[in-house]
Each structure stands twice: as structure tokens, then as C-alpha cells.
């Protein structure tokens, strides 16, 4: 499936080489890099068990959890440099994920990676005539300005899931309290945050602010705050309350 978005994603696009630059980008070029250096190791112990559980933890929860749904806002509303590296990211990313997880899964990552090369311009007749990837720069603020993301990202959707509240359906957020870098975050990642959070507005309240209409969830010193107005009734929600 992730694949199939992939090759969808890049269909009738001239995608070409280029350098990652948006922080989700090179976020997910770095955990690959992390992720190949891994493998390599636990494949040099004779550790193919700790080297599959490495692959599955990347391609399952950082590539196809977290960064296709990254990818989406700026293939729909970015600027043509940015879709094309994002394209090209997603294509190149997949791509060596493949090789790395050719041993253990020859079949398949075989099947794709034969749709994958035309679209990259590799030459060659089989995945498993190719080299097996080297790890390459890592890219520290990416992953940790993405790892605030994905908390505040977090946060949200436990909020909707306690409240039972549709994921599609836009909320107000409002930010309280944390640091001058968890405003500047909450700038760089705006189109993010209402892109893939589906917040349909956000504010910073005053520290002494009134949060009584809000349901909470903290990403260290911050609150990340949504209105409950219009989501549930606030008498039946505090009589549930009262009774756990």
C-alpha cells in the first residue's frame, strides 16, 4: 500500500534528483540512515532477528506511519520545488528500504523496487544485483524539531480518541505555556500541524489564561489545548467524569 501511494504520488511527474529540505524530508532520510547502520550491524553479529524487528520499526511506524502522512500536505499544497523533493524523497527513501529488506524479503521487495526504478532512473535488471545500502548523514535538529511534531501531533488524536470524536473533523487548538522554541515549532509546522491534525484554527493563551473549555495533553512544559465547544456536552461529559 505504501507503494502503491508512492508510485501514485509521483505518476506523471518529471521527478528528478534532489536535495531534501523541508525538516520532515530530511527527518526521514536521517532515521533511514540510522535505520541502515542498524541493520548493517545486527546483520555483521548474525542478528537477522534484531535486524527484521529494526526494518519492520522503520518502514511500519516511521516511513509509512509518520512520513507518507507528512508527504501529503506538501504534494497537495507546496510549491513545485517542494513537491518534487518530497516526491523524489518518498522515492528514494522506499528504494533503499527495499535493498535493505531484500534478504529477509526477497519476493516483494523485488515486485516493487522493478516499478520503482524507472521513476529513479536506475538501470539494472534485479534487486539483488544491486548494493546494499551504506548509511549516510543523520540530521539531529530534523528528528528532534519532527519528534515535537509528532508528540503535539499525538496528543491531538488521543484527545479526539477519549472524546470520541471523528478524526476528519477540524478542531480549535490553542497552545499554553513551553519555551520560545515550542512557539517557533508551532510556526514552522503550522501547515503541518492543520494539515495532518486536521486543526482548523490555533492560538497561544496567556499563562493565568481561563482553560476550562479545553481537554489537555502535554508535550513537556507545553499544553496542547483543544476546545471542546461544539465537540460534547460538558455537563454529561463531567457527570461521566464523576463517575470513574
Not at 513537491?83 to 522506499?94: C, I
Not at 484527545?159 to 508551532?186: C, Y
Request: net charge negative.
Amino acid at each position: 500500500n505504501a507503494a502503491r501511494y508512492v508510485l501514485i504520488s509521483t505518476a506523471d511527474h518529471d521527478v528528478h534528483a534532489a536535495t531534501p529540505s523541508s525538516a520532515a524530508d530530511l527527518w526521514i532520510v536521517s532515521r533511514l540512515n540510522r535505520m541502515i547502520s542498524d541493520v548493517t550491524g545486527h546483520i555483521g553479529d548474525y542478528r537477522l532477528d534484531l535486524a527484521a524487528q529494526r526494518l519492520y520499526e522503520f518502514i511500519w511506524n516511521e516511513y509509512c506511519d509518520s512520513y507518507l502522512e507528512l508527504s501529503k500536505p506538501v504534494l497537495q499544497k507546496g510549491s513545485p520545488d517542494e513537491q518534487n523533493a518530497t516526491r523524489y524523497t518518498l522515492l528514494q527513501v522506499l528504494e533503499k528500504s527495499l535493498r535493505t529488506l531484500h534478504p529477509i524479503m526477497p519476493y516483494i521487495t523485488e515486485e516493487i523496487w522493478q516499478r520503482l526504478k524507472t521513476p529513479l532512473g536506475i538501470e539494472g535488471e534485479s534487486i539483488m544485483l544491486q548494493m546494499f545500502p551504506e548509511p549516510g548523514d543523520t540530521h539531529p535538529q530534523a528528528e528532534d524539531d519532527i519528534g515535537w511534531l509528532q508528540s503535539v501531533l499525538q496528543g491531538v488524536r488521543n484527545i479526539r480518541a477519549e472524546l470520541n470524536v471523528a478524526p476528519g473533523k477540524p478542531l480549535d487548538v490553542a497552545f499554553q505555556g513551553g519555551s520560545q522554541t515550542d512557539r517557533d515549532r508551532q510556526l514552522q509546522f503550522a501547515n503541518l500541524l492543520h494539515g495532518v491534525g486536521r486543526i482548523s484554527a490555533s492560538e497561544w493563551l496567556e499563562d493565568d489564561a481561563d482553560t476550562s473549555q479545553y481537554s489537555v495533553a502535554l508535550v513537556d512544559d507545553l499544553k496542547v489545548l483543544v476546545s471542546l465547544k461544539g465537540l460534547i456536552d460538558l455537563e454529561d461529559e463531567l457527570a461521566r467524569l464523576g463517575k470513574l
